[in-house]
């Protein structure tokens, strides 16, 4: 059975070195220590663990007030964002944490540069913060689709160049940095599922009239280009995996192994902050005492 450090090393990208997709197995359900029959409930009840922890990490960084906490989560569709996201954050305060969709720019986005919508959502100290989609998008669907980068106006833009990437990349890690030097931890998940299992749930979504509004014409014409996406993953997460804003490779095809994986990876982020509880003055003491001999008065 994987350690919890364990677990954090399997699926970190290591950086300076190369990212392959076929290192990682999008199905992967667990280490040979556990029979096959049981892995599925011994995730679930990993997950009710450290949701448990979660929300008692939430609340000591929301006391500590000196970090904030950013989450990214980047896949392809139907990978499962919505529903990790959902059953992770399940237990912490929605007080204490900040959770954002980013879709197309809009028109006054495209007017700034393209960190800036996504600066704007960030995390304030003490509070969870968690990117459904991010600027990550700059270097992955338009960097499928390099005809997009027309609507940004950059003077001198080549998406053509390689060195048009290469700055990009530059521009995300040097911000990133910043954000690590003044108190925002980063921790970034690519759900990595795999095209058999993505087309498996887009028909899911197609025969349950339920889930009709999850599914959209479009899903198909991205899905039909996946090679792409698959070598555009690949340069991202090796251009900006780094040790102030890693990125974790979790395996998508099982729902409860990526609820499961993302939730010891969350948890162990905070708790690696070394953060504490606020402590109390003598005045503070001295104004418990006398508000607890005042109300055992009233008794």
Not at 60 to 85: C, E, P, R
Not at 188 to 204: A, G, T
Not at 212 to 227: I, M, N
């Amino acid at each position: 059975m994987l350690s919890r450090k364990e677990v954090l090393e399997k699926f970190r990208v290591e950086p300076g070195k190369k990212f392959h997709l076929k290192d990682h197995d999008p199905a992967w359900d667990g280490d040979d220590e556990i029979p096959k029959a049981q892995r599925k409930e011994f995730a679930e009840k990993v997950l009710t663990q450290d949701v448990s922890a979660l929300a008692e990490a939430q609340e000591m960084l929301y006391a500590d007030n000196h970090w904030s906490v950013l989450a990214i989560f980047q896949a392809m569709d139907a990978a499962g964002k919505d529903s990790t996201i959902k059953h992770v954050m399940s237990g912490v305060n929605p007080q204490g944490c900040q959770v954002y969709a980013f879709k197309q720019p809009s028109h006054e986005e495209l007017d700034h540069t393209f960190l800036w919508r996504c600066m704007l959502r960030l995390p304030e100290r003490g509070r969870i913060g968690i990117f459904n989609r991010s600027y990550y998008e700059e270097v992955l669907v338009v960097k499928v689709h390099p005809e997009l980068i027309a609507a940004q106006r950059i003077p001198g833009a080549d998406p053509e160049s390689k060195k048009f990437w290469e700055h990009r990349y530059d521009d995300i890690n040097a911000f990133e940095r910043h954000l690590a030097r003044n108190g925002t931890a980063i921790v970034k998940f690519f759900l990595n599922v795999s095209q058999q299992e993505q087309h498996e749930r887009f028909l899911e979504r197609i025969n349950e009239p339920k889930k009709h509004w999850k599914f959209s014409p479009g899903d198909l014409e991205e899905s039909a280009r996946w090679d792409d996406y698959m070598a555009a993953y690949e340069a991202c997460l090796s251009a900006t995996s780094t040790k102030w804003a890693p990125w974790y490779v979790i395996p998508a095809d099982r729902k409860w192994v990526t609820r499961a994986v993302v939730a010891v990876i969350l948890t162990e982020t905070i708790k690696s902050l070394d953060l504490s509880w606020p402590q109390v003055t003598p005045e503070q003491k001295r104004a418990v005492a006398e508000a607890k001999k005042r109300l055992e008065k009233r008794g």
